[in-house]
């Protein structure tokens, strides 16, 4: 049986240095090796950004209704289409890529606002059960529970 050199024996029993970079470190080089979650970074970023600068960027009014416009015309890249409206219009003859810019605005605060809320909501709590504690805490996570079993979360897909 061989026996291992004294160096490696002390490099073996010392322990490892601290490393310099902390969790905030260790978890934004994680996320940017991660493809699909740069990927979904760049896609919130550029919606948000769409819907920033929407009437910047809208070619038509959203709610205008043409009177010489004709309604339900197909997106440029099929027969027929009118060069004026890039994916065409609606049944009433408005410009489709106006109100999907529009939408954009609409759906970012219908997502943000909510979750604004329920992340205060949420925060309030925890720190009232975590200040009061004991009876108080128990009180707090049953009423939280009670929640949960009428409005449960969306299930994880793993």
């Known amino acids: 049986m061989a ?3 004294m160096e490696q024996i002390e490099a ?4 490892a240095a601290p490393s310099r970079r902390g969790l905030w470190w260790d978890a934004w080089h994680r996320l940017r090796e991660n493809r699909a979650a740069v990927a979904g970074a760049v896609y919130i970023l550029l919606m948000l950004v769409v819907a920033a600068v929407a009437p910047l960027i809208a070619p038509h009014d959203p709610n205008f209704i043409a009177p010489n416009a004709r309604s339900n015309t197909p997106p440029f890249w099929m027969a027929g289409h ?6 065409g219009t609606d049944s009433l003859a408005r410009d489709e890529l106006s109100r999907l810019l529009y939408g954009a605005r609409v759906s970012t605060v219908v997502g943000f606002i909510p979750t604004a809320i329920v992340t205060l ?3 309030l ?3 009232l059960s975590g200040w009061l504690g004991g009876r108080w805490d128990n009180v707090i ?5 009670v929640a949960y079993a009428l409005c449960p ?5 793993w």
């Open 3 to 5: 026996v291992a050199p």
């Open 12 to 15: 073996l029993a010392e322990p």
């Open 82 to 87: 009118d060069p004026a409206y890039l994916l």
């Open 121 to 123: 909501i949420g925060t």
């Open 125 to 127: 709590l925890g720190l």
């Open 141 to 145: 996570m049953r009423g939280v529970d």
């Open 153 to 157: 979360p969306p299930s994880s897909p």
